[in-house]
T-cell receptor
């Protein structure tokens, strides 16, 4: 499968615990995006990378959230001291950054449940 | 404020029937508009992408229209199938700050019944 992959697909954790999600983009896509989606809503932008540089972060990304893309390939999103309000689907997308559309291809998401 | 609004919120139709989903946006400046299909528990999959100069674009049984003057788009599904049951999300790309961002609508949840 050459699409965007995310792991784990589901994560259940207790409030206060730390969690880390991984995203593997489509090979050679230099742009990688993280989104959060709550039930019944569209995805909301969290942050994006061009290669290994984190170029933009949303105000939604509190200090408890950190994202990395150390070698410009896969990315991790860590949430520290999780809260119940963090329960959501976390989506990753990648794009080549070229073309008039700069189409983003989404992964299947990681569904986080904080108890 | 840059917003994308979709209607209806949810829709139930019988298999084989047609339906039309609506999207209004206030994003400016506007780059392009996309319709995505999102199955439950999955990531969104692109159906169509249109720039401001394109009025209509088709992808199989899906036809999207765009009126950049009124800032409205529609997605028409012909001869619906059970597998069309999903959320359909309208997404507008607009320039904010120093880069283009995708602004997502809340989606229309379509249920196709046999």
């Amino acid at each position: 499968d050459t699409g965007v992959s995310q792991n784990p697909r589901h994560k259940i954790t207790k409030r206060g615990q730390n969690v880390t999600f991984r995203c593997d983009p489509i090979s050679e896509h230099n742009r990688l995006y993280w989104y959060r989606q709550t039930l019944g809503q569209g995805p909301e932008f969290l942050t994006y990378f061009q290669n290994e540089a984190q170029l933009e972060k949303s105000r939604l990304l509190s200090d408890r959230f950190s994202a990395e893309r150390p070698k410009g390939s896969f990315s991790t999103l860590e949430i520290q001291r999780t809260e119940q309000g963090d329960s959501a689907m976390y989506l990753c997308a990648s794009s080549s950054g070229t073309g008039i559309y700069n189409e983003q291809f989404f992964g299947p998401g990681t569904r986080l449940t904080v108890l | 404020k840059n917003q994308v609004e979709q209607s209806p919120q949810s829709l139930i139709i019988l298999e084989g029937k047609n339906c039309t989903l609506q999207c209004n946006y206030t994003v400016s400046p506007f780059s392009n508009l996309r319709w995505y299909k999102q199955d439950t528990g999955r990531g969104p999959v692109s159906l169509t992408i249109m720039t401001f100069s394109e009025n209509t674009k088709s992808n199989g049984r899906y036809t999207a229209t765009l009126d950049a003057d009124t800032k409205q788009s529609s997605l028409h599904i012909t001869a619906s199938q059970l597998s069309d049951s999903a959320s359909y999300i309208c997404v507008v790309s607009g320039r904010m700050d120093s880069s283009y961002k995708l602004i997502f609508g809340s989606g229309t949840r379509l249920l196709v019944r046999p």
